[in-house]
């Protein structure tokens, strides 16, 4: 019977969404004490230049391991700290671990990397954003250059005009600009040409099937093109096969990054990753 029905699934629905609620509830909880506690750490996803084969970068991603909750991947957790406002300390957290982590690459003498942090909308919106990365970079001392800010195509288009004065002023100070998950979102041409962007990261929804999906490979033909004609290169993620590579490559895409080359790892695993890579002596 179709009343019967219909109240029963409404239940189920509810009972789901409760449990739902109740999950992030609780996580939210939990992630106030994460911090201190010394349960977030970052790992670094080698981002490899097509020109020269060579290691250009890493993007630092964000893991949380909980004692109660096991490992919560940052497409969980980072939603709910925006909600609660826990982002901004963690945000702050994560750029300082970087910029100490570079400065500890760059004394052991390992050769100049440019690493990338996703921002997110809270902190892309807080007015001093370029004077506090400025002042983090000078106290930690580290190159400006050494480090990429990645920003999503919502955070640029919700307020334009805003967005471009705030991302003058990082290029201003030197730091790096991407935008992350390019193509997912909606960009308004007019509007990348004035930004201060440097690379736009080509979604891995675009990857995954670009060695069979004409539409793909027209994709991101279209993106590389558009970035090449502006002065920004190009950097595919999720590339998770030699066949995705040679396709991207095929295309003049600039850079890769994935499980292919290599997936994000512990600091020390990155240092030896690269200088495996490098051929220089791997240090005892
Ligand atoms: P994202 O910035 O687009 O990061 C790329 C995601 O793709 C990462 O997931 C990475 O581990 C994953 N990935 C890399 N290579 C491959 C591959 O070959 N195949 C597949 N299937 N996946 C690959 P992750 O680490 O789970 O991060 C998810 C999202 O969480 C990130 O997406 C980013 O939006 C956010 N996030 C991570 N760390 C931070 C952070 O420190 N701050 C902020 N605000 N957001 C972060
Ligand atoms: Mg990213
Ligand atoms: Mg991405
Ligand atoms: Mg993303």
Redesign the pocket.
């Known amino acids: 019977r179709v009343k019967e029905d219909g109240r029963n699934s409404y239940c189920f629905f509810t009972a789901a969404m409760q449990e739902r609620s109740a999950r992030i509830l609780a996580l939210g909880h939990a992630l106030k004490q994460a911090q201190q506690r010394g349960e977030l750490h970052l790992v670094y ?1 080698p981002q490899m230049s097509l020109t020269n084969d060579s290691i250009v970068g890493a ?4 893991r949380w391991n909980s004692p109660q909750w096991g490992a919560v ?3 969980e957790f ?1 939603p709910i700290a925006e909600s609660n406002g826990l ?1 901004v300390g963690i ?1 702050e957290w ?1 750029l300082r671990s970087v910029l100490a982590q570079l400065r500890a690459w760059l004394d052991q003498g390992l050769p100049p990397i440019t690493v990338a ?4 909308a809270v902190q892309f919106n807080q007015p001093d954003l370029p004077e506090f990365v400025g002042r983090l970079l000078e106290e930690a001392g580290v190159p400006p250059s050494c480090l990429e800010l ?1 920003l999503t195509e919502a955070m640029a288009m919700k307020n334009p005009e805003a967005a471009a004065q705030q991302m003058r002023e990082l290029n201003q100070r030197g730091i790096r600009l991407s935008i ?2 390019f193509g997912t979102g909606y960009s308004s041409l007019s509007y990348l040409k004035r930004f201060c962007i440097h690379k736009l990261k080509i979604d ?1 929804s675009f990857v995954r099937d670009i060695g069979s999906d004409a539409d793909d490979q027209a994709i991101a033909t279209a993106i590389v093109q558009l970035a090449h004609s502006m002065g920004l290169s190009t950097i595919a ?4 096969t030699a066949e995705q590579l040679a396709c991207l490559r095929y295309r003049g895409c600039d850079e890769i ?4 080359f290599s997936r ?1 790892l512990p600091p020390a695993q990155f240092e030896q990753f690269v200088r495996a890579r490098m051929g220089a002596p791997v240090q005892a």
């Open positions: 996803q993007e630092a991603l964000l991947s940052p497409g980072i982002i945000g994560v942090v996703n921002l997110s990645e992350d998950d891995q993620e999720g590339v998770e990054q994935g499980y292919y994000p």
